[in-house]
């Protein structure tokens, strides 16, 4: 299954979750922006070399999920915006 399609399916999955599946997912995605972040702010691009997918593909996931997640009223949506709008201008 292609990288986007496969995604896709787990973006669809989380947003049409309960307010826990939501909860987990979006903690899991915040943990790993915010360690991303760090790594590529410690070792620069290189930081993004423990991936499979592309710097790119990342950010389209991550992009899409906030998307799917913009009508879910909860703090930590916000607060992955800021992560994902963060690692944009890395």
Not at 26 to 45: M, Y
């Amino acid at each position: 299954m292609a990288y986007k399609e496969q995604k896709q399916k787990l973006i669809n999955a989380i947003s049409k979750g309960s307010t826990s599946v939501k909860i987990v997912a979006i903690s899991d995605k915040i943990i790993g922006l915010s360690a991303l972040i760090e790594e590529i702010q410690k070792k620069g691009n290189s930081g993004w070399n423990g991936f499979d997918h592309s710097q790119e593909q990342k950010i389209w996931f991550h992009s899409q999920l906030l998307k799917a997640l913009k009508s879910w009223e909860h703090p930590f949506v916000e607060e992955y915006k800021k992560l994902i709008d963060q690692i944009k201008l890395i």
